[in-house]
């Protein structure tokens, strides 16, 4: 299940006695265990009704934590920060755990962590835990659940936003875009930052600017965009800006031919009937880039789309084998594609 079916049941007192937390969104797991400790666990009595398990801990401190019963709490939460971590040290202790779960008692609550999604599906333990849906999914968020956990925390701290201003913090962030590693974390302290200086209740577009650093990959895919808008003077200034980052020509020319790629091979697609679900599982691309491709597919030919992407490869290949001015190779190749788009 994911966080949101999790997050039900959470809602509905109905949590079972073990779980495996898994996924890359920490912050998410942090939230939601916190929410555990928010519904079952009087605060008063915190300190005796959470434990937590690091990877200085052993099989006998889980075994002992478990076996102790809540106190003036609804329900004890034993948390293992990193099953991965605390078994580099003992490897039997995920075979010994796994012969556990099914006598952990039901006043308590066991979430094992897998904090950087690593440990595999072959293992006994996940499917131990799988076999009963125990398994809990803390992925990256699509764009609607961003848009939500932006909105939230804007709110909460009794400001507004309107729908523009929102979704430019989202593309300006690069959350979504291809290989992005910024963290939910991250996106927090970048809001926080936006909400304390601003001085109306509303924020605006110049509050954010002020604020919020723009991610290289959001900034590659505002390049796309110009390039696919026929803007040169925004696509120059954008690829300077790159440039100036010290992004290499090489992350952006891969970039380039990625997209190009995947537009060529969505426009043959959608000729040969295929709806957006089927292209992608084909693709395998997230919703929000697999958007953006069929809102390009509508404004290039499919002839263009090839020869575009066979200038791309052809400097690729060049720009490793011959000395070239990188800078202005680019930006030449740059207005070039935009005079053929």
Known sequence: MDFTEFN?????????????????????????????????????FSMINYIEIDSSGNFEQILNACETLPFMSEKKLIVIKDINELSQGDKSIMDKLNDYLSEVSNDNILVVRDKNDNLKKTTKLYKSFNKKDRVVEFNRLNVKQLNSFIGKLIRDKDKTIDDTE?????????????????TLFEMENEIAKIIDSSKEIKISKEDIDKNMIVDVNANIFNLIDSLMGKDLRTSLIIFNNIYESGEPISKLLFMLIRHFRLLNKYIVYSGQGYGMNDINQKLKISPYELKKIDKFSRVVEGEKVNYILSKLLEFDIRQKSVALDGKLSMELLIADIIKNM
Request: charged fraction near 35%; aromatic fraction near 14%; avoid cysteine.
């Open 8 to 44: 039900k049941i959470l809602k509905n007192k109905e949590v079972e006695n073990a779980y495996l937390f898994k996924g890359t969104e920490n912050y998410l797991m942090e939230k939601y265990i916190e929410n555990i400790k928010k519904v079952y666990i009087d605060e008063n």
């Open 166 to 182: 929102l979704n430019y913090i989202v593309q300006k962030s690069g959350y979504l875009t291809y290989k992005s590693e910024k």
